[in-house]
Nanobody, 117 residues
Framework: QVQVVESGGGMVQPGGSLRLSCAAS????????MGWYRQAPGKQRELVAA???????NYADFVKGRFTISRDNAKNTGYLQMNSLKPEDTAVYYC???????????WGQGTQVTVSS
């Protein structure tokens, strides 16, 4: 099992920005592919954005044009840049990562994002 750590969550006003980060904890693992998900209270977990091993990105319609998924191979870290945040973006955000060194996907523990005035 690979421990994955997300960071960068917090509280922001509507229209603000946050950048979430995701990386393995304890040792270096290289990101092969990654997805960011979110789960709001009382709702199912949903896919927000994903990036393939080849760098192809995919976004849910509700974040297109506002969020950007990326990874820094030198830092073995994945990111979700979130701009123009809305109150409905409030949720716990999770990354789900496939590392090159292992055969399975790993979930992070989640980071809270709250958008409120």
């Amino acid at each position: 099992q690979v421990q994955v750590v997300e960071s960068g969550g917090g509280m922001v006003q509507p229209g603000g920005s946050l950048r979430l980060s995701c990386a393995a904890s304890g040792r270096t693992y290289s990101i092969y592919a990654m997805g960011w998900y979110r789960q709001a209270p009382g709702k199912q977990r949903e896919l927000v954005a994903a990036i393939t091993s080849g760098g192809i990105t995919n976004y849910a319609d509700f974040v297109k044009g506002r969020f950007t998924i990326s990874r820094d191979n030198a830092k073995n870290t994945g990111y979700l840049q979130m701009n123009s945040l809305k109150p409905e973006d409030t949720a716990v955000y999770y990354c789900n990562v496939k590392f090159k060194e292992v055969s399975f996907w790993s979930w992070g523990q989640g980071t809270q994002v709250t958008v409120s005035s």
